[in-house]
Nanobody, 118 residues
Framework: VELVESGGGLVQPGGSLRLSCAAS????????MSWYRQAPKKERELVAH????????GYADSVKGRFTISRDNAKNTVYLQMNSLKPEDTAVYYC????????????WGQGTQVTVSS
């Protein structure tokens, strides 16, 4: 299993970025995908999740209405569109999937830095 994030960078407050996570090594369409983030000196937190079936999504309250998670099963890629970015969105963003039943194993990407600053 490999997850590779891209698309991070420096953006001004109010700006937008789109993160991508390219997946390989498993049947992508069969698994839910998540975006997490970790700011300096803070716990890693769930930002958004998209189910494998039906495109059902969920968001942290702090990003609802600003971020959109989506997936392209033909490209084995999950996206995070981030609009109206705020300085408090600054963090390393990771994509994650969980595979298996017993045991269930979490797989993480290496992360991509997002910095929101003027």
């Amino acid at each position: 299993v490999e997850l590779v994030e891209s698309g991070g960078g420096l953006v001004q407050p109010g700006g937008s970025l789109r993160l991508s996570c390219a997946a390989s090594g498993f049947t992508f369409s069969s698994y839910g995908m998540s975006w997490y983030r970790q700011a300096p000196k803070k716990e890693r937190e769930l930002v958004a999740h998209i189910a494998s079936i039906g495109g059902i999504t969920g968001y942290a309250d702090s990003v609802k209405g600003r971020f959109t998670i989506s997936r392209d099963n033909a490209k084995n890629t999950v996206y995070l569109q981030m609009n109206s970015l705020k300085p408090e969105d600054t963090a390393v963003y990771y994509c994650k999937t969980a595979i298996g039943v017993r045991p269930r194993i979490d797989y993480w990407g290496q992360g991509t830095q997002v910095t929101v600053s003027s």
